[in-house]
Each structure stands twice: as C-alpha cells, then as structure tokens.
C-alpha cells in the first residue's frame, strides 16, 4: 500500500525531535571569537590544538595567518592591535609553542597592548605529569600578562573568553593568556556567549578626581614654565585629539615620549619633539626647568627622566594622568594625581580651563617661549650629509619626504635605525609610529608590518631596521608572500649591532666585543629567494631613486639594502646613570 505525501509529512511530524548539537570545546572557541568581531588570527599549529584548527577549517569569517615562528604570531598580532586600536589574536601549541611566544608576550605587556593569545595544553589528566610538550603556561605567563586563565572545564570556556576580551581592552590594556587543555577543547557543552560581563574584582576607574582635575586646572593657569608630557597611554586611550586641544588652548609647550609620538602633530610649533635618553635638547631642557608638569599616560621611565635625583634636583610641580594607579609615584613623588581614563580626563580638563575663561600669564609665557627658543638654536638634530657615504638619517628624512602625504605606517625594530626613525620621521598623526619600547625587542619590525598591512591593505608600511634586527625574525618573509602583504623594508646595514657597538665606543673604551657582523648574507638574494624584490643601495644619490622605485611596486614586498656609514652615532645621548640635562649633543662631546 501507498503512503500519500501527506500521511509521510504527518509521520515524521510525530517522531521526537532530535536534540540539537552540541558544539564541542573548539566550536565554541571559534563561535566566541566570532562574537568578538574577530578578522585575523595569527597562529601556528601542533598537537594539543589540532581540534581548535579543525574547528577553524570549517568556518570562513575568520582568516588565520600561519607564520614561520611563534614568536612572529604574537608580534604580528600586537603590531594589528597597534595600529588598529583592536584586540589582537593569536594562537599557538603547548609546550614549545608557548615559550616561543613567551618574547612576544613580554613585548605587548610592557608596552599595554590589548592582546588575547590562546594556548594549547595537554589533556587535563596529563597536567602535571611531564607529558609530552607539556609546559607550566600559566606559571610561565603570569609576570608578563595582565591575567591568565586555565580552562578545566569546557562549560566555562565561553565566559572565559569574554573575560579574557574585556580584560584585555578596559583599564590600562594588556595581553591574556586563555590556556586551553586539548581534552577540553573535544568536549561538548551547550554555547551561550554573555553580551556584558561584570568582574567584581576587576573594575577600572575611567572617571577622574573632580577635584583633583580642578586642583589641576588651578596650577596650570597659575604656571609661568608650563609643560605637557605625553606617552603612549594617550595613543592606547585615543586622546590625541583632547591634547592638542588642550595644548593649543593653553599654548604650552608638548612633548611625546618615544610610545607617544604622534599623539602631537610633529609639524606642529608647540611640539618640541620627543625627550628622553635620545631626545631633543630642548625638550630635555624643558622638561627639567619647568615650574608646572603635566604628565598624561607616561610613567617617568628611566629613558625618559635619567637618574631620579637628577630630576628631583629642580623644584616643580607635578600632576599625572594615568588609568593604572600603580603607574603614579612609582619613580617621581607627584602632587595632583588623577586616575582615570586619559581621554575622558582631559575632556573634563579641557571643559574646565574653558570655564575659567583665564589663560595663562602672557608675559611669562612670551619668556617661557623665548628660553625655550634659545634652546632651539641648538639645532641639536642637526648632522653633516655626505655625497660619498650615506647617512642613515638622511634615509629616514627622504623616506618622510617621499610619504608624508601618503597613508603610511613606519615599524621599527630595536636599535639606532630606531631612534632615527624616531627623530627624523616627522610623525604627524597618532598610532602610525610602531615599536617596541618597554621590552626593546629585536626582531619585530617583520611580524609588526605583517599583521598592520592586513589591517590596512591601502596603507604604505614600511618596516626600517638593521642587519641585525631583520634577521630574528627574516623567515617571515615567507609569510609575507603565501598571504600577500607587501609591505617594504628598509635595512640601515652598516655591518655593526650599532646601539651596541656605539656604547661600546662611548663608555668601554672602544672595545668592540662581538657586535660586528662579518659573516651577513646576500640581503637582495635572500629576498628574491623568498619571492620577493631585493634592491642594494651603497651612494647617497641611489637612496630617493631606490625609495621611490619600492613605493611604485605597490603589490611586491620590497627589500632595501641600505649600506650606511658604519661610524654614525645617535644624538643627542644621555649616558646611564646621567640626568636629562646631561647630553652628548655629538662625537666633539666625547
């Protein structure tokens, strides 16, 4: 006997209904991710995360980027989140996939970028047990992370991850480390991601001290020697705008540390360029002769103030914006201190000084100004160009000319190609400046200008760095063409560590232990090896034609080999153990 379609359609009406799946531990990790807005993550797989990477294949909102190192996972992941002001991801193995990625880590704790990094571990009944790639992350991770996680159970992995999210980006910002066991990331459980989260142990201030920011506004109208002072934490709370506000409000005088530049408009007059161990006379001269300070999102370090005693030496008045209290007082005793979130301050700060409806004394500012003038004579930047040998400053200069009116983006690594970069790029709006500053750590330029040319595939990056830096991190010139990110890297090859071999001159005597490199490979090869463009630059008149045949190649990952003198120093310097006013302003200081 026949069935009619619509007996079939009423009999399968009566069967039970099946129970809907239930997403195992690595479905969820993705679906959380996914909620989070997630575009990229930068990981390399192994064994205790194949489930996660198997979750990954099935999905295609999400593009996963394999480097060569793990380390080169978390640089590139932290140079996107730079730049883009986002929570950057990334994700490795356990065991030796972890320690690798210990370096970039460290990088983005010491430098307050919002990162989240996922690793695997062994099962959960493996832990402890020394089984195979098995490593203590949470032991390893916990000095160099804003907060750590080890998830036991999968029916507590979403909210983890939305902890780990909102951690990562509020309050002073920081990486976390969500350590996933693979057993955990086979189960099942049911998914429900929270829209909010609420810690109660974990609750940054963002409104600042109303009185203390009328405390604040006081001393500064009162102040015959004002100065601002401004690090990174304005970048991370995208306050460039509320400062030059301010700062052209007031007409004082600004300074960016070397995290902070292009917080301020480098063209801007009242800019007086960055201070600190290589920076300008006349910010250093300013910064310790001022009569009121105000520091927003810096933390005094000693690249930036010297020797303490040094600085406390001269009598001012001190306030401090920052959004972690722990930052305020910790080197240099201030007076007004104010915590909060820098660009929600400096909004009320800003309102108030409008309110008062009094600026700052004019007769004292014209002589601020004019001391500060007499400062700029200095010239202090200054360096003599040669026909015969070119001078890595100057290739910085020509690169700045060749793309100021461009969209550009400039990483660094670590060294003196890092401090020119610094002086001489004239860095005119906020998070195009990428480098490490806390941790100093060679090698991220490559991995920094990856993760930022997939976040702004309209951009110009370039990456300048040295023989030394480029070659921590160079197989990932490989990733550079498998995911197609051109970016163009400027080499200043002149065949020394050169920070090294310069401190070396300065306070060893000259004895130039183990920082030249006599052995370098054929950089123009090596590029063309990986499938790239190589161009070898060795006169001064090569540097402009070189720079512009790199930009033209818009779609090539172009690698210049740029032969700079050997000898060159960075000035001006403050020496260790010396004061901010204490500067080698050239070799005739020596």
């Known amino acids: 006997m026949e069935i009619s379609p619509a007996e ?46 198997d979750a990954l294949y099935k999905q295609q909102s999400i593009e996963h980027v394999l480097v060569r190192h793990e380390q080169a996972a978390i640089h590139a992941a932290d140079g996107y989140a730079r730049a883009t002001g986002e929570v950057g991801v990334a994700l490795v193995t356990s065991g030796p996939g972890v320690t690798n990625a210990v370096t970039g880590i460290a990088t ?49 992995l979403a909210i983890t991850i939305k902890k780990a999210f909102h951690i990562a980006r509020t309050g002073r910002p920081g990486p976390v480390v969500v350590d996933i066991p693979k057993d955990v990331s086979l189960h099942t459980a049911p998914f429900h991601y929270p829209e909010r989260i609420e810690m109660r142990s974990y609750n940054p201030v963002k409104k600042g001290h109303g009185g203390q920011i009328r405390k604040a506004v006081a001393l500064l109208l009162a102040a015959k020697r004002p100065y601002i002072y401004t690090g990174g934490g304005v970048i991370l709370g995208n306050a460039a705008a509320e400062l030059r506000e301010l700062v052209d409000l007031l007409g004082v005088p600004c300074t960016n540390t070397l995290m902070g530049l292009g917080a301020m408009s480098a063209m801007d007059p009242k800019f007086l360029g960055m201070l600190g161990m290589h920076g300008t006379f006349e910010a250093n001269m300013t910064m310790q002769h001022c009569d009121v300070l105000l520091a927003v999102g810096a933390r005094f370090d000693d690249r930036v103030i010297g020797n303490p005693k040094h600085f406390a030496s001269v009598e001012r008045k ?21 915590v909060g979130d820098v660009k929600d301050v400096l909004q009320e700060l800003i309102a108030q000084v409008r309110e008062a409806q009094v600026k700052p004394d004019v007769k004292a500012m014209s002589a601020w100004w004019g001391q500060i003038n007499e400062w700029r004579k200095r010239e202090c930047l200054a360096y003599k160009n040669s026909k015969d040998v070119i001078k890595p400053q100057y290739v910085v200069e020509t690169l700045w000319e060749l793309t100021k009116d461009r969209d550009t983006y400039i990483t660094s690594d670590v060294g003196q190609h890092q401090m020119w970069a610094a002086q001489y790029y004239r860095f005119d709006e906020p998070r195009r400046w990428i480098n490490s500053g806390g941790l100093g750590t060679m090698g991220v330029g490559l991995p920094y200008a990856m993760g930022i040319k997939l976040a702004k595939p309209d951009a110009d990056v370039f990456c300048i760095t040295g023989e030394g830096s480029i070659q921590m991190c160079l197989q990932e010139l490989s990733t550079c063409l498998q995911y197609k990110t051109p970016v163009k890297i400027v080499s200043l090859n002149n065949r020394y ?94």
């Open 497 to 590: 560590l050169g920070m090294v071999r310069q401190w070396q001159q300065i306070d060893y005597g000259g004895r130039y232990s183990h920082s030249y490199m006599d052995a370098l490979p054929d950089f123009v090869k090596l590029a063309e090896a990986y499938g790239h463009v190589g161009l070898l630059v060795e006169k001064p008149s090569d540097v402009e034609p070189a720079l512009r045949e790199a930009i033209k190649l818009k779609d090539r990952t172009v690698f210049l080999d740029v032969r700079t003198d050997p000898t060159e120093n960075v000035w001006p310097m403050v020496q260790a153990g010396k004061g901010i006013t204490e500067m080698l302003l050239g070799s005739e200081d020596l």
């Open 318 to 338: 001190i306030v401090h914006i920052d959004i972690d209290p722990s930052s305020i007082s910790k080197r240099v005793k201030v007076d007004i201190p104010i």
């Open 8 to 53: 079939v359609k009423r009999a399968a009406s009566a069967q039970p209904p099946t129970p809907p799946h239930e997403p195992n531990g690595s479905e969820i990790l993705v679906r959380c991710l996914q909620a989070e807005g997630v575009r990229f993550l930068w990981g390399y797989p192994g064994g205790a995360v194949l489930y996660i990477y």
């Open 108 to 156: 983005a704790y010491m430098d307050s970028i919002p990162m989240v990094i996922i690793t695997g571990q062994v099962p959960t009944p493996a832990i402890g047990l020394d089984a195979f790639q098995e490593c203590d992350t949470v032991g390893i991770t916990r000095p160099i992370v804003k907060h750590n996680f080890l998830v036991k159970d999968v029916r507590d």
